[in-house]
């Protein structure tokens, strides 16, 4: 490649506009490789959809509409590996698969954050199923699913205000 560019240029009879041409090829190259990698990447607002999407496929009992936001090799757990699931069809399965849950679930989003330069965010929350819990998860994002989701719970009978010290608290 060197010795074709250096021909090029010794060839050319306004050799300045060669380089002109090569370097903005290699700009533009740049320019279409970022946009390619920006259109894998998630915004802070797309990340609460697809946070929205899981809480509200949870809240409907229907597991794939919760499912569908994860990467086929994605990894949910509890650490440490309390509740460890991995893949996007365990993850259904987990999360009711095609029968559904015996009790319905019950989830609220209270606060979320997603930094867009790492694709890794957070979100505080209160889940009810057969029992109560308030807490965080936090989130890595690739190819604009969720690649790996990691929670920490408590177990309350508290609402959320009194638990977080917030008093009413929403999104």
């Given at each position: 490649?060197?010795?074709k560019?250096?021909r090029l240029?010794?060839?050319?009879a306004y050799?300045?506009i060669?380089v002109?041409?090569l370097?903005?090829?290699l ?11 920006e259109n ?5 607002e797309q990340f609460?959809?697809?946070?929205t999407?899981?809480?509200d ?7 794939r509409?919760?499912?569908?936001v ?7 757990e509890?650490?440490?590996k ?6 996007q069809?365990?993850i ?13 679930m019950?989830m ?9 330069q790492?694709q890794?965010?957070f979100?505080?929350?209160s ?7 308030h807490?965080?998860a936090?989130?890595k ?5 969720i690649?790996v989701?990691r929670?920490y719970?408590y177990e309350?009978s508290m ?6 010290g ?6």
């Amino acid at each position: 490649m060197k010795v074709k560019i250096h021909r090029l240029l010794l060839n050319t009879a306004y050799p300045f506009i060669a380089v002109i041409t090569l370097a903005t090829a290699l700009f533009l190259l740049v320019v279409r490789c970022s946009r390619i990698s920006e259109n894998k990447r998630l915004s802070s607002e797309q990340f609460t959809d697809l946070l929205t999407q899981v809480s509200d496929g949870w809240n409907a009992g229907d597991a794939r509409k919760a499912a569908d936001v994860f990467a086929e090799d994605a990894i949910y757990e509890e650490p440490p590996k309390k509740q460890y699931y991995q893949g996007q069809a365990s993850i259904f399965e987990f999360f009711g698969g095609k029968k559904g849950l015996p009790r319905p679930m019950k989830m609220n989003w209270h606060h979320i954050a997603f930094n867009e330069q790492t694709q890794i965010g957070f979100g505080e929350y209160s889940f009810a199923m057969n029992k109560q819990y308030h807490g965080i998860a936090t989130i890595k994002i690739k190819n604009k699913k969720i690649a790996v989701w990691r929670e920490y719970q408590y177990e309350s009978s508290m609402d959320w205000g009194t638990f977080s010290g917030e008093g009413n608290v929403s999104k």
